[in-house]
């Protein structure tokens, strides 16, 4: 079990010793000194190895990530493990307790609050904290999401493009640790502050993903988070043992995929009701018809269809069916070669 601190300023807090302990930073955010309480968990071994950061709740209304964690951090013995992990189960703890992706303090998107500001609002305080004292002693970094409310997305361990050809197999690698039925490459270009693009200026291996939607805990993603994490860390080097088969059955095997060309993202023609004609994850011929914007103002309209634009497979639709002019309503993601070898982190 872990050692409590009830509350510890970040100047106090031991990143090195052997042992499993739990604290609670303190950010203040009003007047009268209230403070926020953001949990950090240090887990470090009784032998040397990498540090592998994880992080779930930066966005309030995504659970998969923080139920991961919490198990994690509760099984993890310091004297089987060679390194350190430090677990941050839920980031943004404001819009977490309001179930809510941003924070009601302050408005802020913990994601789009990188690398943050020590004199800022909290959100922002809360990611300067994350980049210079948690990113910073970090080997590998993972960060869990869902897809919220309003998209699903598909279940991935995904990463940005990397154009060095050893550290793009050893996100690959990293991603298919998860068990999780794609490793998805996408756009950098989605919004700057991101978390996970603050890692990758460090230059650690840097893994994101959507492990459910619908502000709902997912079953098999809560099990990628907690048993994902635990395969990182033997493929890493922290823990011993063989990698656990995580890719549920009914998969045949992992697909490396890629979005990274947002102009290609299917958008609404008009608005409507978005009735989606392949399911998530599916595999579409270029022109299989894909949505079926209906038009309720006039109902002997059969609606308008919209077509895939290539071959690939359903990375991402709309979840809200109401629909306006111009939102995106569904993802098309294309196989990409795969550069580790037949059957090498494979499951």
């Not at 779930?56 to 004297?79: F, Q, S």
Request: some cysteine.
């Amino acid at each position: 079990m872990p050692v409590i601190m009830d509350i510890t300023p970040v100047k106090d807090i031991d990143w090195e010793s052997p042992g499993n302990r739990l604290y609670h930073v303190p950010f203040t955010y009003d007047g009268e000194w209230a403070r926020v309480r953001v949990p950090v968990s240090v887990i470090c071994g009784h032998r040397p190895g990498k540090t592998l950061v994880a992080i779930g709740g930066t966005h309030g209304d995504e659970y998969e990530g923080p139920i991961g964690c919490k198990k994690l951090v509760a099984e993890l013995e310091p004297e089987r493990l060679s390194g350190r992990v430090i677990v941050i189960p839920v980031l943004n703890v404001p819009a977490f307790q309001a179930d809510q992706r941003e924070s009601p303090l302050d408005g802020g998107n913990m994601n789009r609050a990188f690398p943050g500001d020590a004199n800022g609002t909290i959100t922002s305080r809360i990611a300067h904290f994350v980049t210079h004292e948690v990113l910073s002693r970090a080997d590998i970094v993972v960060d869990i999401h869902a897809a919220g409310t309003s998209m699903e997305i598909m279940r991935a361990a995904s990463f940005h493009q990397i154009d060095d050809p050893e550290l793009f197999r050893a996100h690959v690698e990293t991603a298919f640790a998860f068990g999780m039925p794609f490793a998805l490459v996408y756009t950098g270009g989605m919004g700057t502050g991101l978390l996970s693009e603050e890692a990758e200026k460090m230059g650690k291996i840097t893994i994101g993903g959507e492990f459910g939607y619908g502000a709902s805990a997912d079953l098999e993603g809560v099990r990628w988070a907690y048993e994902g994490l635990k395969n990182v860390m033997k493929l890493h080097g922290l823990m011993p043992g063989e990698l656990e088969r995580l890719l549920p059955e009914r998969f045949k095997r992992q697909v490396l995929a890629a979005n990274t060309d947002i102009d290609r993202y299917i958008t609404a023609p008009i608005s409507g009701i978005a009735e989606p004609l392949a399911p998530i994850g599916a595999f579409v011929n270029k022109g299989d018809p894909v949505v079926c914007i209906h038009d309720f103002d006039d109902i002997t309209n059969p609606g308008v269809i919209i077509q895939a634009d290539r071959d690939g497979y359903v990375a991402c639709r709309k979840f809200r069916a109401r629909t306006r002019q111009g939102d995106v309503v569904m993802v098309i993601a294309e196989e990409i070669p795969n550069p580790l070898a037949e059957g090498e982190g494979l499951q």
